[in-house]
């Protein structure tokens, strides 16, 4: 996929997708819930195993790049995302409200440059 992702595999308990993908200093173990992949992806419930991960692979390039986001060096234990890693965030734009494509530490980072960025438009 060139995506780094090692692996993809249902959890013994049927709950999500558990997977592993390649990241700076080794490879980093996730899971996804099913509760999630109902929320954000739009899974029916009961969906089945292989239904879970047709999902997972359909979504996989956001589901990898907020993975990698959350958690970009390599730890032992296994990452849990959440819903609001995949929240997507309404901002004011000149004529009206727009989408901010990120979770919300991206929105928060967005924020800090934006106030910066009037600050030195302000001391100009």
């Not at 989408?99 to 440059?113: I, K």
Request: no cysteine; glycine share 8%.
């Amino acid at each position: 996929m060139g995506n780094g992702l090692v692996w993809a595999a249902i959890p013994h308990n049927s709950d999500g997708v558990v997977f592993q993908v390649r990241v700076i200093r080794g490879l980093q173990r996730f899971h996804i819930p099913r509760r999630v992949l109902e929320e954000v992806f739009g899974l029916v419930f009961p969906a089945s195993d292989a239904g879970q991960l047709e999902l997972f692979y359909r979504h996989a390039h956001h589901i990898l790049s907020r993975a990698m986001h959350k958690r970009p060096i390599a730890a032992a234990d296994t990452a849990a995302l959440q819903a609001t890693d995949f929240t997507t965030v309404m901002k004011a734009q000149p004529g009206g409200v727009g989408s901010f494509d990120g979770n919300l530490d991206d929105y928060q980072q967005f924020l800090r440059d934006e106030a910066r960025r009037t600050r030195e438009e302000a001391g100009a």
